[in-house]
């Protein structure tokens, strides 16, 4: 079967810092992957998704990058976080090609820039 | 593009009695249609999705919605809620050929004992 991790569950960052948020997905080969991000009242929000290895679509300018270095692994980063970037940010896969098949989640990760 | 409309961010209902989230929708081409329950602190699930077909669909945990092309809308109802369906709901939008889901900004359910 497959599963979806996301590390750190938590974290709390000084504003400034750098962050490196990581996703895997097991059982399963060449997924789609997303970053999505929930502010407090604003809903999901899509940063960024990918099709394959080393290719990314950016859906918002914003101070965060992700990249996907192997073919299951997700990495959503941040040279220097704002404020503004707290919230809950949740990984989520798809078959390739299968836009209509279920997303599965991750548990997410709450994010706290102080 | 499309887009989709979820005009009530939160709803409060008593426990055994009926609800309706509502999901309006705007797109030029056939649509795609989901709709995903995240409980407190949880990634979103799938409750049930529309492709094609019956326009009234089933979906887990008692939850139905209806496909209503000519109202451009996708209402979840429940004919009697719990306790446990307290959570956030998400109706979410896609058309063919898309690799991404266009989601609302969500209804938050609460369940009044």
């Known amino acids: 079967s497959q599963t979806i991790h996301q590390w750190p569950a938590t974290l709390v960052q000084p504003v400034g810092s750098p962050l490196s948020l990581e996703c895997t997905v097991e059982g399963t080969s060449n997924p789609n992957l997303y970053w999505y991000r929930q502010a407090a009242g604003r809903g999901l929000q899509l940063l960024f998704y990918s099709v394959g290895i080393g290719q990314i679509s950016s859906e918002v300018p914003q101070n965060l990058s992700a990249s996907r270095p192997q073919d299951r692994q997700f990495i959503l980063s941040s040279k220097k976080l704002l404020l503004s970037d707290s919230g809950f940010y949740l990984c989520?896969?798809?078959?390739?090609?299968?836009?209509?098949?279920?997303?599965?989640f991750g548990p997410g990760t709450r994010l706290t820039v102080l | 593009a499309q887009s989709v409309t979820q005009l009530d961010s939160q709803v409060p209902v008593f426990e055994e009695a009926p609800v309706e989230l509502r999901c309006n929708y705007s797109s030029s081409v056939s649509v795609y249609l989901f709709w995903y329950v995240q409980y407190p602190n949880q990634g979103l699930q799938l409750l049930l999705k529309y492709l094609s077909g019956s326009t009234l669909v089933k979906g887990i945990n008692g939850f139905e919605a209806e496909f209503n092309k000519s109202q451009t809308s996708f209402h979840l109802r429940k004919p009697s809620v719990h306790i446990s369906d307290t959570a956030e709901y998400f109706c979410?939008?896609?058309?063919?050929?898309?690799?991404?889901?266009?989601f609302g900004t969500g209804t938050r359910l609460t369940i009044i004992p």
């Open positions: 979410a939008v896609t058309t063919f050929g898309n690799e991404k889901l266009t």
């Open positions: 989520a896969w798809t078959k390739t090609g299968l836009i209509t098949d279920t997303q599965y």
